[in-house]
């Protein structure tokens, strides 16, 4: 969901307001029927005002962050398979429909290949179904109309997540395109204006690019002439997602009211898809001294909040059984519990496979039994009819979402 509809949520269902309940929940002219080539962005080096280098990017190609590693469903057992059962068959009757395209997309991200989307190849029907042309600077380009992402590059990323063939080809109209050329034209169309697009809603895109464009080549000029410079927009996240839970790493876990005005609180999810942004940077080969030992911390504030954000939905969801009665309290606090867990796993599943952060026997013990409980929310949510919600879009779009992120989490995590 976008940060407007996030937002607008909270505001008309939660009286506590969003400090403390994050997790409640954020035309084409001419008729050539030839595919026309979309042009590589211009790569830079040295200092802003260089000049373009005259030779072309290399040539797109996935990086060392990829493939992700994902465990075999079937070979799961206890706890956790009774959650993979129960996840998949929510995920099967709300995501499999093109009209639901945040849910598709996220299905995807979830179920790869294998959700049903219809007749065909479901990364190919995701791009012939949302992917838009649009004429700009003399250049027919592609893109994802943002209400049907989410987030600016979702679904780009979903796509390059699951190793989509690059030169897959689809149909926009009467064109046909390789998936190459979406790349490349989110890479032309992409504008790094934090007044623009704020510092949380640019973790898609570093997910995306990360892992098709090498280190080297990490700064280009987009379609207007202005530079994108990757390694700046992780620095950027970064440093924006210490200052947001600093209050975090200053709450007193051991007892007493904790503070409820997060900073990471207004962010989309928390700021959950910031830190996965930076794990899957350092992953792709973005990785510094300083930016490992930047990260070490974060993941050290993360592994606090396993006790902040649960408590405090926690602590929300009792105040809210008096606002709007313990069923509607339950459920939003289902829903929160889902959202942390299921990315915070998704972002454990990259640490432990790429060798990004090193936990503790006492920190791994918080991590493992985190996991337990997330399996166990996922079970005990197999009897739920999440059809119950769809008049409260937002809310019901954000669970679906973040039921297949669980569903990603638990099979990126699970060795």
Request: charged residues 25%; contains cysteine; hydrophobic residues 40%.
């Amino acid at each position: 969901m976008t940060r407007r509809t996030l937002l607008g949520w909270l505001a008309l269902f939660a009286p506590l307001g969003a400090a403390g309940a994050w997790w409640m929940g954020r035309r084409a002219s001419g008729s050539n029927a030839m595919r026309r080539p979309i042009a590589a962005a211009a790569p830079v080096s040295g200092s802003a005002s260089s000049a373009a280098a005259n030779a072309p990017t290399p040539p797109l190609r996935y990086g060392t962050g990829l493939p992700i590693r994902r465990v075999s469903v079937r070979s799961v057992s206890g706890p956790c398979a009774g959650a993979f059962e129960a996840a998949r068959r929510h995920i099967m009757a709300h995501c499999t429909n093109l009209g639901f395209a945040n849910g598709a997309i996220h299905g995807v991200r979830a179920l790869g290949r294998e959700l049903p989307l219809g007749d065909g190849e479901p990364q190919r029907l995701l791009l012939e179904n949302y992917v838009r042309e649009t004429w700009l600077e003399d250049q027919m380009l592609l893109e994802v109309p943002v209400h049907h992402e989410g987030h600016r590059h979702a679904m780009l990323k979903t796509l390059v997540e699951q190793q989509c063939d690059l030169d897959l080809e689809f149909r926009v109209g009467e064109r046909t395109y390789r998936f190459h050329d979406y790349v490349e034209s989110a890479r032309l169309l992409h504008t790094y204006d934090l007044s623009v697009l704020p510092i949380d809603e640019q973790s898609w895109t570093i997910m995306a690019f990360t892992r098709v464009t090498p280190p080297d080549a990490a700064r280009w000029r987009n379609i207007h002439g202005s530079i994108v410079d990757l390694g700046r927009m992780i620095d950027d996240t970064s440093a924006a997602l210490a200052r947001d839970t600093q209050v975090i790493r200053d709450a007193n876990l051991e007892g007493g009211q904790l503070p409820r005005e997060c900073p990471a609180f207004a962010r989309a999810c928390g700021g959950l898809h910031m830190l996965y942004a930076l794990a899957a940077a350092l992953s792709s080969g973005y990785d510094t001294p300083r930016r490992r030992e930047a990260f070490a911390q974060h993941m050290r504030t993360h592994l606090r909040r396993f006790r902040y954000d649960l408590a405090i939905i926690d602590e929300v969801e009792t105040l809210n059984m008096h606002r709007v009665g313990p069923e509607r309290a339950g459920i939003r606090a289902l829903s929160g519990r889902l959202k942390f867990l299921g990315h915070t796993f998704e972002v454990v599943g990259l640490v432990d496979q790429f060798s990004l952060y090193e936990f503790t026997p006492e920190e791994r013990q918080v991590v493992d039994a985190a996991r337990q409980r997330l399996c166990e929310i996922l079970s005990h949510s197999g009897s739920l009819d999440l059809r119950r919600f769809r008049s409260a879009k937002d809310f019901y779009e954000g669970l679906v979402g973040d039921i297949c992120h669980a569903y990603n989490g638990l099979r990126t995590s699970l060795t």
